[in-house]
């Protein structure tokens, strides 16, 4: 039987910052993937959009709330890069880089014979294959001073960030580590949240391709509604048509992208064959009925089930991303 010996003040926690919420998860023991812990803390309004933070003092203040609320002073953090500053990239480099030596390599050419779309990133890199005369490699990007905005915070707050990572690879960990991924799939992930849709492909459980759409999200249409069990909620109090056309170009983007990557990628000789949608947008159950309609491949969601979360109550949906992340390096 597997059991932590490590004190429970030593667990990791998992943050994930977005537009309209903090949230923060810890799984109960290094290698399990029941969750221990979970909260959330809702946002005013612009205080960060697409990702940028537009007031650091307040997002601060509300952090330290949050740290002291939770009991996660001075403890480790993993957290999420937000999509909108992340990209994926393949290239070729020449077959004799030593893989301890790709990155310096990479530094060495960006603006010469590779380009990126912000200058100074911080990036991590996978190989995909080696011949004779090249080799292939996967960049994942993301411009340094954002991301080191987003740790500094954590850092001012007497935490400590060990690892940034990107969405799409803690949502696929965590359908992998339930047993739902399948390395022939040729798998299009869609996170669809209230704020943001970010869409990845994923071949041989590595993902090539990911592509950001900022969604329209003010307090005009959405309010904080307090519930029945004295929690605040985003309730949408705007037209239902709004959100319609809204979906509508999302689903045209989607399909836009599975045909790139069918033709203009592949050729015509690989495609889409699944597609898994999760996110916290309070439509999700209808957006996933309406995909199913409109798209001629499976769409399935992480199915939770099987595993009992020891709480009164049921792990939300909204919280799988940060899950995913909590299962990082495990």
């Known amino acids: 039987m597997a059991f932590s010996l490590l004190p429970r003040k030593n667990r990791t926690v998992n ?11 810890e799984i109960k023991q290094h290698n399990s993937i029941i969750p221990y812990k979970w ?3 809702y946002l005013p309004f612009g205080l960060i959009t697409n990702g940028k933070i537009n007031d650091l003092e307040t997002l601060s203040n509300i952090l330290e709330e949050c740290i002291e609320e939770w009991k996660i002073k001075k403890r480790q953090v993993r957290f999420l890069v937000p999509d909108s500053y992340v990209i994926i990239r393949k290239v070729q480099i020449p077959a004799d880089i030593k893989d301890d030596e790709i990155k310096g390599y990479l530094y060495l050419e960006l603006g010469s014979s590779i380009h990126l779309p912000f200058e100074e990133p911080v990036f991590d890199v996978v190989v995909l294959s080696t011949n004779k005369d090249k080799k292939e490699v996967l960049i994942f990007a993301a ?3 954002k991301v080191m905005k987003y740790s500094n915070l954590l850092t001012d707050l007497n935490l ?3 690892a940034a990572e990107i969405s799409p690879l803690s949502l696929y960990r965590l359908f992998y580590k339930l047993d739902q991924a399948k390395s022939s799939d040729h798998l299009l992930a869609v996170q669809f949240d209230v704020n943001g849709v970010n869409i990845s492909i994923f071949e041989n459980h ?6 950001h759409l900022p969604v329209e999200y003010s307090d005009e249409r959405w309010n904080l509604k307090l519930n029945q069990e004295g929690h605040y909620e985003l309730k949408y109090a705007g037209e239902v048509n709004d959100l319609n056309y809204q979906f509508e170009d999302i689903y045209k983007e989607i399909n836009r992208l599975m045909d790139f990557y ?4 592949h050729q015509g000789q690989k495609q889409v064959t699944k597609i898994l949608v999760n996110g ?3 439509l999700l159950p209808m957006i996933i009925k309406e995909m199913e309609s409109r798209f001629f491949v499976p769409i399935t969601s992480i199915d939770y089930e099987p595993l009992q979360v020891e709480h009164e109550n049921p792990f939300p949906r909204s919280h799988y991303l940060a899950l995913g992340l909590a299962l990082k390096e495990v």
């Open 15 to 25: 943050l994930i910052i977005n537009d309209h919420s903090i949230r923060y998860v």
């Open 206 to 211: 590595i993902p090539f391709f990911m592509h």
């Open 39 to 41: 909260g959330e803390r």
């Open 160 to 162: 400590d960030p060990v």
């Open 280 to 282: 916290d947008h309070l």
């Open 143 to 145: 411009q340094e001073d």
């Open 262 to 265: 069918r033709y203009t990628l």
